[in-house]
């Protein structure tokens, strides 16, 4: 995390989705059960903010992102979003269309690792927010929807033709993306969407254990990692192993290596300092 914190104290209120940190673990809710966490102009932009500044708060390790009720976001909400966006102009369009790239941005250039926790449909947006997290813990009533062609626009929006041919391959990608099909948990699952499918009744108790499991280990090794994954998707293999090789370099200095050492020859559990 940023030691580096200017004179704008952190947001104490978020107003278009329930934001709590316990224990390091930071949980993102969306609050609109009645329309399925459909996401408004004032939801992504409170996202964006959010993300960009999780990283300076210190008081976060592991962030996760849920919905309240029977489904995980079925993307932009069609009143509010979709028939507002029929009445503005083009460079108000591409003001829009940019901020919700920006979400998807800060969530890959940010160096806390991010969960889903899906149940019920992650459609439109909603897909594309699972798709941009660390991991995706599915209930086994979770639904994927990348269903932007069904509404008249280009299968590809907010990075999802870049990410989601690098997690399902192009084939099923291309097959995702363009024809806008509803795939079920188990669907999910075998194309390589899904870190852990369970049950619906166990949902939370997993989530939770993957969130306690990285709130409590390597901060450092876990946010290097996530970074290399992202940085070494555009680069030649040279480069990314020069990069892997400086990347460790550092590590190897970092508190934290020194301690797996310790508590090795101690034979005891190594306490993580995240530095």
Request: with cysteine; hydrophobic share 45%.
């Amino acid at each position: 995390m940023s030691p580096f914190k200017g004179s704008v104290p952190n947001t104490t209120e978020w107003k278009h989705f329930r934001f709590e940190v316990e224990d390091d673990i930071a949980t993102i809710t969306f609050t609109r059960p009645d329309k399925l966490n459909a996401l408004t102009f004032e939801g992504y932009a409170d996202l964006r903010d959010l993300i960009h500044e999780l990283p300076h708060r210190g008081d976060t390790r592991v962030l996760v992102i849920r919905g309240e009720g029977r489904a995980f976001s079925s993307g932009g909400d069609v009143n509010e979003i979709i028939g507002e966006l029929l009445k503005m102009a083009p460079h108000q369009l591409l003001d829009f269309t940019r901020m919700t790239g920006e979400v998807v941005k800060e969530m890959r250039d940010c160096p806390v690792p991010i969960i889903a926790v899906i149940q019920g449909i992650a459609a439109g947006a909603g897909s594309v927010l699972a798709l941009a997290s660390d991991f995706r813990v599915l209930g086994a009533s979770a639904r994927f929807a990348f269903l932007f062609t069904k509404v008249g626009l280009a299968g590809a929006d907010m990075g999802s033709a870049y990410l989601l041919p690098r997690i399902v391959g192009l084939g099923n990608a291309t097959k995702l993306l363009m024809l806008g099909d509803t795939i079920d948990a188990e669907t999910a699952n075998r194309l390589g969407l899904a870190s852990e499918l369970v049950e619906d009744d166990k949902l939370e108790e997993t989530a939770m254990a993957l969130a306690r499991r990285l709130a409590t280990g390597p901060a450092f090794a876990y946010a290097q990692t996530k970074a290399l994954i992202s940085r070494e998707l555009d680069m030649p293999l040279s480069g990314a192993v020069e990069l892997e090789a400086m990347t460790q370099a550092l590590l190897m200095n970092s508190e934290d290596y020194a301690e797996f050492h310790a508590a090795f020859n101690a034979k005891r559990t190594p306490l993580w300092r995240g530095r």
